[in-house]
């Protein structure tokens, strides 16, 4: 039990004028009568009353600001923590920032389906535009619950524990290394099928780990994505796609073109020639690589908390329509361009549209150029992408303390986060290395790795109508939808392992790989205490070792978190203190209460508190009350006042009375009903 502090808190005597009053079990620190009124914004945290239990203060004597280095009340009040001032994206400019990458699947998604499923490619392709449209509801009531980048990782981290949202964030890792591979691949492709045919094989491999690595060097000297970039990238590509379904249209209702697709519905697919296969399973497996072309349809909610509001579900709108326009679209009208065998060799896959441009009669080398560097540009700012939205999910992780805090580290230069960046490129190279020129297995890879983060996210969806029902949202997919969806993009799955069985292994290797870095982050403190054991009988002349050992555990455990709470209901501390006990690698918790007025606070909190400490001898349970209203500006404060990040903060989940927004918050958790 920890023993009452009869001395000020060097955090607590900001207020030089501050008077201190005790009933022998708290210290009330009141400001004197002549003090500025709280209602100041500005002074907030200079002008809390604030209750604290516990043998230390709660920071050192000279508070830390974000940067580390020392703040006063002054400095604390103008710090804009979430960018308010941010100009917001329209929605122009954020469907061109994720159209980019929705879009940019038709390039190779048409020539992919084509191999599989022949003639039968647009039906698949039209059934994955179904399925696109069953998921709009779904993202769409996610996210208007729970405005904040993240996609399936937010949402699991908000409606279930911690390590199941580190398998999303592990998922979602992978499919940015298979979207980077997948990308660069086919860019390289592109350039060789379209300019360069005299380029072997041998060399795309090459090219493919160069772009990678000439996107690393960008990121690392800070060249990131602009979105006056993306509009303009993603206006050339649309006029790249019509023209060639203008001049395609013209060549396939033609009498050759007609010819032509009327032959290509005679040829039996090589496909047939495998026992069991019928019309049927063929269009099931290219309904399964077809999910190829929805790869990038999660990323407008990567960045929900940049664009103006009532944006979100346009974008979601627009990806859909332009999904299912251009695959199927495209998907007919090339075998009424192209020769069957053409069309349907794996090997043309991943630059089919070059192959089409040339036209039914092979003369229109101009428009091949122009389809050659259309699919060189947008594919290579799908890697741009990859680098960026990595560089971001793992600088989240790790300030969760999922992966390692070293991933942090900015180099003097440029300040980026050059161990993010080295490591994306490096897990990408041994991809491409080990894969080389299989294009169907990098695409496997892609599709499975993003089908999972699909389902993850509809689970999420499924847990937030079960476990955040208060939440107020704009729409509520039903759950028959919910149910449909999960299932389409399950069978996806398989049916993309059933056409290249080798993928799985690939998956579950580089799956596997991340899951044991996130495992070690969550069993770091035992891994510790074992070593420190071994150290101790091993090295026992080595102090210094243990001590260092000893230290590393002590300042993992003393991370400190928040819990606000409103109430003093038993049930509902307990639920937070096993939430914290089971998730995070701490010893420390901060309950915190917000109050108006002294008579509010609720009458058993002191005690229940005080029980709860006792009932956890390894935790250190102390108790916070501050006068105030509570907000975004309290969180704000007390993020910088008690030197806890806004992303160890916790709170149960709001109702619909809540006169915030979750997101105006900056990262607090739910972690109770």
Not at 53 to 58: H, L, T
Not at 320 to 339: Q, T, Y
Not at 372 to 382: E, M, R
Not at 531 to 553: D, E, M, P, V, Y
Request: glycine fraction near 6%.
């Amino acid at each position: 039990m920890s023993r009452v502090n009869t001395e000020k808190s060097p955090l607590l005597t900001s207020n030089a004028n501050a008077s201190v009053q005790s009933d022998g079990q708290f210290e009330w620190w009141e400001r004197p009568s002549d003090s500025r009124t709280q209602q100041i914004h500005i002074d907030l945290v200079e002008n809390t009353h604030v209750v604290a239990r516990g043998d230390d203060s709660f920071s050192s004597p000279s508070p830390k600001g974000p940067t580390g280095e020392g703040t006063d009340d002054h400095e604390i009040g103008s710090i804009d923590i979430h960018g308010h001032n941010e100009k917001k994206l329209n929605e122009f400019y954020s469907t061109a920032i994720c159209g980019n990458d929705i879009t940019s699947s038709v390039l190779y998604v048409s020539g992919t389906a084509a191999s599989v499923c022949g003639v039968w490619a647009p039906v698949a392709t039209m059934i994955v535009g179904i399925v696109l449209a069953l998921f709009r509801p779904i993202y769409h009531e996610v996210v208007t619950a729970l405005p904040m980048n993240g996609g399936a990782y937010n949402v699991l981290l908000n409606t279930t524990s911690k390590k199941i949202a580190g398998v999303a964030a592990a998922l979602t890792i992978l499919s940015y290394v298979a979207t980077a591979v997948v990308s660069a691949y086919s860019a390289i492709s592109y350039l060789q099928t379209g300019i360069f045919p005299q380029i072997s094989d041998t060399w795309l491999v090459f090219g493919t780990i160069f772009l990678l690595a000439f996107f690393a060097g960008l990121n690392l000297i800070g060249i990131s994505e602009s979105a006056f970039v993306a509009v303009a990238m993603f206006v050339f590509h649309l006029v790249t796609l019509f023209i060639l379904i203008a001049f395609s249209c013209k060549d396939f209702f033609s009498q050759a073109g007609l010819q032509k697709f009327h032959d290509a519905w005679t040829q039996p697919h090589p496909m047939f020639n495998i026992a069991g296969r019928n019309t049927a399973s063929l269009i099931y497996l290219g309904f399964a690589s077809a999910m190829l072309g929805i790869t990038g349809f999660e990323t407008s909610a990567n960045f929900v908390e940049q664009q103006e509001p009532g944006v979100f579900p346009k974008t979601l709108r627009n990806m859909w329509m332009a999904v299912a326009f251009f695959n199927p679209v495209i998907s007919l009208l090339v075998f009424g361009v192209v020769d069957f065998d053409v069309a349907t060799d794996p090997a043309n896959s991943d630059s089919l549209l070059a192959i089409m441009a040339l036209g039914i009669n092979g003369d229109r080398t101009w428009l091949r150029y122009l389809v050659a560097i259309d699919g060189f540009v947008v594919l290579s700012g799908a890697v741009l992408t990859s680098y960026v939205g990595v560089t971001g999910l793992m600088r989240r992780l790790a300030l969760d303390r999922v992966l390692f805090q070293f991933l942090l580290a900015e180099n003097q230069i440029r300040h980026t986060n050059h161990w993010i960046i080295i490591g994306f490129f490096a897990v990408a190279t041994s991809l491409i290395a080990i894969v080389r020129n299989q294009a169907s297995t990098l695409s496997g890879v892609y599709t499975c790795a993003f089908l999972c983060v699909m389902t993850l996210f509809a689970f999420g969806n499924m847990l937030l109508k079960y476990k955040r029902s208060k939440l107020p949202r704009e729409v509520i997919a039903s759950w028959p939808t919910v149910i449909l969806a999960t299932g389409f993009v399950i069978a996806g799955f398989i049916g993309t392992v059933i056409n290249n069985p080798i993928v799985l292994i690939y998956f579950l290797v580089y799956f596997t790989i991340t899951m044991l870095v996130i495992a070690i982050m969550f069993t770091r403190v035992t891994l510790l205490k074992l070593l420190l054991f071994f150290c101790k009988r091993l090295f026992a002349n080595r102090a210094s070792l243990q001590t260092a050992i000893a230290r590393q555990i002590q300042q993992v455990n003393e991370t400190k978190m928040i819990f606000f709470t409103k109430t003093d209901s038993i049930a509902a501390l307990n639920k937070a203190v096993l939430y914290v006990r089971d998730n995070e690698q701490t010893n420390w918790l901060l309950i915190v209460h917000v109050y108006t007025a002294k008579e509010s606070i609720p009458p058993r909190l002191q005690s229940n508190v005080q029980m709860l400490d006792e009932a956890y001898p390894k935790m250190r349970i102390d108790l916070v009350l501050v006068h105030a209203d509570f907000g975004p500006t309290i969180v704000d404060k007390l993020a910088v006042r008690l030197a806890v990040p806004k992303n160890f903060m916790f709170i149960t989940c709001p109702g619909e009375t809540f006169t915030h927004k979750v997101a105006d918050l900056g990262g607090v958790r739910m972690v109770t009903h």
